[in-house]
């Protein structure tokens, strides 16, 4: 049975609560109009004592926001955007913000589905993530009349985008290997058409003296494939060996241990992502470069809340650190 005490409670038990007009206890909690601090912070610990929720809708219609933000991805297993929306959402909730995540398959029809009901809940902006920091957006993204922010996806000359900083992961993780006292440090790395694997090849080349890099599949497979083309050949052999991703390091790994090739003693690998169900499970262990995605999705966060309260935000792509998580093969 329901007592009188368990009916949901309104507005107008806060405003009696703290003995102020319905309008005040109104703008106290949701922070607009000129409520004094001292009476803000008395109408908010009343209403967090009653057990007050304020109805979004009328909340939405007041301060002209509907508290939601619609987070866009072509990440349809999440790799890559779960801890970026674990980062936003941290972000979000502090500020009494929603997330709403949807997966759009790489299908453009999705995609525009997905974001017609976004733009239908009156969202008030938009996150952008996907698999590959050189993807370009859906069309639609470009013409809407609500913020957009970019993250680990390729944003508009006039956006905002975050990134990690490929290049100066790179360098984090040659640097490491040559304070190993390793001076052929080889890279095996993915496609060549990501733009990822080409700012890594760069700065690996500037890092190192370039003893090689091999471009080919983001895949455990090619990890193989490398190294027997390496070996099969004549000539000096890498003490070390940096890959584009923790999958290319797993293979190496495998491919230079059925070989008896000793890691780290005789070659010290290092990979790229912090793919913790990869690099943990390797043996030995994978030291690797962690992208820190869910601090991009923090960053990630801030900055379309900022936007959506109209503050002004410099445009251009911001460039997250990566950090090395050294494990046992380097």
């Not at 759009?104 to 999705?110: C, F, S, V, Y």
């Not at 639609?140 to 390729?154: C, R, T, W």
């Not at 990979?271 to 169900?277: C, I, L, P, Q, T």
């Not at 690099?279 to 030291?287: D, G």
Request: a neutral charge; charged letters at 25%; proline letters at 5%.
């Amino acid at each position: 049975m329901t007592g009188p005490d368990d009916k949901r409670r309104t507005i107008r038990d806060v405003a009696k609560a703290a003995g102020v007009s319905i309008s005040t206890a109104s703008n106290a909690l949701n922070g607009i109009g000129r409520t004094n601090a001292e009476t803000r912070e008395k109408v908010k610990r009343i209403a967090d004592e009653l057990g007050f929720r304020p109805n979004a809708l009328a909340r939405g219609l007041l301060t002209k926001r509907s508290h939601a933000i619609g987070m866009l991805t072509n990440d349809t297993y999440g790799r890559l955007t779960l801890p970026m929306a674990a980062g936003v959402s941290e972000i979000l909730v502090d500020h009494g913000v929603s997330l709403f995540l949807c997966a759009t398959n790489n299908d453009p029809r999705l995609a525009k589905l997905h974001l017609d009901a976004l733009l239908d809940r009156q969202v008030d902006g938009i996150i952008f993530s996907a698999t590959r920091i050189d993807l370009e957006p859906p069309p639609e993204l470009l013409k809407l009349g609500i913020p957009v922010i970019y993250a680990f996806s390729q944003g508009p000359a006039d956006s905002v985008s975050f990134h990690p900083d490929d290049a100066q992961g790179a360098r984090l993780a040659v640097q490491h290997l040559q304070a190993l006292g390793r001076s052929r440090i080889l890279h095996i790395t993915g496609e060549q058409n990501y733009l990822a694997a080409r700012i890594r090849a760069e700065a690996y080349r500037e890092a190192s003296g370039a003893f090689d890099v091999m471009f080919g599949e983001w895949s455990e497979e090619w990890g193989h494939t490398a190294i027997d083309a390496v070996y099969s050949q004549t000539g000096k052999k890498p003490d070390a060996i940096f890959c584009g991703s923790d999958e290319i390091a797993r293979g190496v790994i495998g491919a230079l241990r059925d070989r008896g090739i000793s890691i780290p003693d005789e070659v010290a690998v290092v990979g790229f992502d912090n793919w913790e169900v990869i690099s943990k499970q390797t043996r030995p262990p994978l030291t690797t470069l962690d992208m820190a995605l869910k601090d991009i999705g923090r960053r990630a966060g801030l900055a379309i809340l900022g936007l959506s309260r109209r503050e002004k935000l410099e445009p251009g792509i911001v460039r997250h650190p990566c950090s090395l998580v050294r494990r046992a093969s380097a």
